[in-house]
């Protein structure tokens, strides 16, 4: 899980914050009330004392109290230049983050000779905290996109790192990686565009990697044949799913399985936007099939397995947040098959915004972040 590491905080609300009912498609209610309003918010993490972070696209990091209301901007964050999908990204804390204040930071930096060109980054930083804001100290490059291309869209750059219920033992970061609407780099091996990766927490790479005895950027990659990306967790199994935005239609949530190839864009439950069919997945078994897929498209963003108890009845079920579709997209996990886990979609809630990130809070609480009008959210029972 990427927020819930360290033990929950006890939050409160004012009883003026504005609430609304929302009724899924199985009939399911829950409440939303909204905290706080942002520009482009693009990700959010909570800090073990019960308060939070929040990205901005154009490159603001703001801290949030524990009411959810902005307390102020963290200073010293990585520059940024925001540009089509590409700005500032995702943010989580080192699991070690009470005794070494570490955050990991993901945005997009431009090419310092030619500022056409551009890739994902993940530096890992110093947190100093205050108590209307704080700052950003001590970067250290832990990863980035090889190589850096022309286009301003699908970067990827979200973050997860193992828990000790994973294959690996835990403690390793793992990011996804966009292939930058270049179709081909997502099965070239030379690059690490559409892949998922796995570093150390140091940005070393493991030496377990599947391809690390071929060097470069290659001993970085995890699995292949990814398009873009957008939203990475562990379940508590220890099982990670990663979901990405498929072409015309065909979105993914995949089963990610070491040293794996996803496909793209040899295969694809989608089309390609000129309408040019692309062979499904069961038309070449060599490749792995998602678990779930979608057609009409959902375009997902943000992901969290959830492990809090106020929705007791949904614990371990995965949320996505929908852009075009407009909705919170609630999926049910399964035993499966001889190849692993399945998903399925149970339900869906919509309230007419696009869903940029949802996370799991500490009081086991839904939080949402809207890319239109860029309200926080807060979910509950209803």
């Known amino acids: ?86 700005g500032m990204g995702d943010i989580i804390i080192h699991p070690d983050f009470a005794s070494n204040n570490q955050v990991y930071i993901s945005y997009v930096e431009r090419d310092a000779k030619n500022n056409d060109l551009s890739g994902a980054a993940v530096d890992m930083m110093t947190l100093n905290l205050s108590a209307r804001g704080g700052s950003l100290s001590s970067a250290q490059r832990v990863w980035e996109q090889s190589p850096k291309v022309t286009g301003n869209g699908h970067y990827g750059h979200r973050m997860a790192v193992s828990p000790a219920t994973a294959e690996d033992g835990g403690g390793y970061l793992y990011i996804t990686s966009g ?10 091996m030379d690059m690490n565009l559409g892949k998922v990766v796995r570093v150390n927490m140091d940005g070393s790479v493991p030496e377990d990697n599947p391809f690390y005895g071929q060097g470069g950027v290659t001993k970085e990659i995890w699995t292949l044949g ?32 070491r040293s794996s190839n996803y496909g793209y864009p040899v295969v694809s439950n989608g089309k390609h936007y000129s309408g040019v069919d692309i062979p499904d997945h069961d038309t070449n078994p060599v490749f792995n099939s998602p678990e779930a897929y979608w057609v009409p498209a959902i375009s997902p963003a943000g992901f969290t397995i959830y492990d809090g108890d106020l929705f007791s009845d949904w614990k371990g079920d995965g949320f996505i947040g929908g852009l075009s579709s407009q909705a919170l997209i609630r999926v049910e996990f399964g035993e499966g098959n001889r190849r692993g886990p399945s998903a399925e979609e149970a339900e869906r809630f919509e309230w007419g915004n696009r869903i940029r990130e949802v996370e799991t809070g500490l009081d086991g609480a839904l939080y949402v972040l809207e890319d239109d009008g860029g309200r926080l959210l807060r979910i509950t029972p209803k």
């Open 1 to 86: 899980m990427r927020v819930l590491l360290l033990s929950a905080a006890v939050l409160s609300f004012s009883t003026a914050a504005y609430a609304e009912t929302v009724t899924g498609t199985k009939g399911s209610k829950i409440e939303i009330t909204t905290l706080d309003t942002f520009d482009g918010p693009w990700a959010m993490t909570q800090l073990p004392d019960g308060r939070m972070l929040v990205t901005e696209k154009s490159g603001a990091i703001w801290l949030v109290g524990r009411d959810g209301k902005k307390l102020g901007k963290i200073a010293g964050a990585p520059s940024v230049t925001e540009r089509g999908q590409g």
């Open 226 to 257: 990814h398009r873009n990306p957008l939203g990475i967790d562990f379940d508590p199994d220890g099982q990670l799913w990663v979901h990405e935005m498929g072409p015309r239609d065909g979105d993914e949530l995949n089963h990610i399985v």
């Open 179 to 188: 292939e930058r609407q270049k179709f081909t780099p997502s099965q070239n």
